[in-house]
């Protein structure tokens, strides 16, 4: 969803500026990032045994955690 209107081959005003505004908090922003860092690197190649799987879910602020969810459900990361 981020990157699609991002793309040189269409019109889209955010591909001929080349940004994307998003309208979240900047919380909420920051922990999308995180997870994309965070699954890029676990789905990448090499073993990654014993990672905990809690790493990442403990750093979200139960305050976050509604909105990130509906954040990543838009962004379709």
Same mark, same amino acid.
């Given at each position: 969803m981020v990157s699609e209107p991002l793309h040189t081959t269409g019109s889209f005003r955010e591909a001929i500026a080349n940004t994307?505004? +998003?309208?979240? @908090?900047?919380? &909420? &922003?920051?922990? %999308?990032?995180?997870?994309?860092? #965070?699954?890029?690197y676990y789905e990448g190649p090499g073993s990654k045994e014993g990672v905990d799987v809690n790493? #990442?879910? /403990? @750093? +979200?602020?139960? /305050? %976050?955690?509604? /909105?990130?969810?509906?954040?990543?459900?838009y962004l379709e990361v």
């Open positions: 994307c505004p +998003i309208s979240e @908090r900047a919380a &909420v &922003v920051e922990k %999308v990032c995180e997870y994309m860092s #965070f699954k890029a790493e #990442f879910t /403990e @750093r +979200i602020p139960p /305050e %976050v955690a509604l /909105e990130l969810l509906l954040a990543a459900d």
